[in-house]
């Protein structure tokens, strides 16, 4: 059995001139130098030799910690990348639902519009059995349409409006909203009717 000798020499840290034939490797508080090989170093004596390999693979890894730090950056901005995409992508949902909802509340205030003058039966006693007007609820314009029919039963006179109202928000993209309703009011002459 051949025995590999290698020479260990405690140098001074402050030593700039490196002996030719020899690397230095710091390990723990002291500057050790040993001779280059290919197999590793076999101590007798406080270290095993596992203990020696190990130290000899820690002390070659010349630039590891560049290659960590890119690939950390190339992580850290993928990161933020996705955030930044996220981010826009939850503006134009928010946009998109505040569109919506300026939509259908111009549509819902159409048709409550439309009850209200039902009420005071502006469209209960006229011929026209289809029309539509428009409307503004707020800074929205809203496009109400209506059908009457009518119809007679055991408790009187009734009539029948179906009622399609379309609310548009034209700022900043045109959104639109339908809402459709039936509303059955009852006829009856107001005193003083002919």
Do not use: W
Not at 59 to 87: P, R
Not at 137 to 163: L, M, Q
């Amino acid at each position: 059995m051949t025995t590999l000798k290698a020479q260990v020499i405690k140098i001074d840290v402050r030593q700039s001139t490196p002996i030719k034939g020899y690397t230095t490797c710091c390990y723990g508080q002291e500057t050790r130098t040993r001779l280059r090989a290919e197999t590793p170093v076999y101590r007798t004596g406080r270290h095993s030799s596992v203990q020696a390999r190990t130290r000899y693979f820690v002390c070659n890894q010349k630039g590891i910690a560049f290659v960590i730090a890119l690939i950390m950056l190339l992580v850290l901005t993928l990161i933020g990348v996705g955030s930044i995409s996220m981010t826009t992508y939850e503006n134009n949902i928010a946009g998109n639902e505040r569109l919506y909802n300026l939509a259908f509340y111009a549509a819902d205030g159409g048709v409550e519009n439309f009850r209200g003058r039902i009420s005071t039966g502006e469209f209960i006693y006229t011929a026209v059995d289809k029309g539509s007007y428009l409307v503004k609820i707020g800074d929205n314009p809203c496009d109400v349409s209506y059908s009457r029919t009518s119809y007679s039963d055991g408790a009187g006179s009734h009539v029948v409006f179906k009622i399609t109202s379309e609310g548009k928000a034209p700022f900043p993209a045109q959104g639109k909203v339908i809402v459709e309703s039936v509303v059955e009011a009852p006829m009856q002459k107001p005193e003083g009717y002919n």
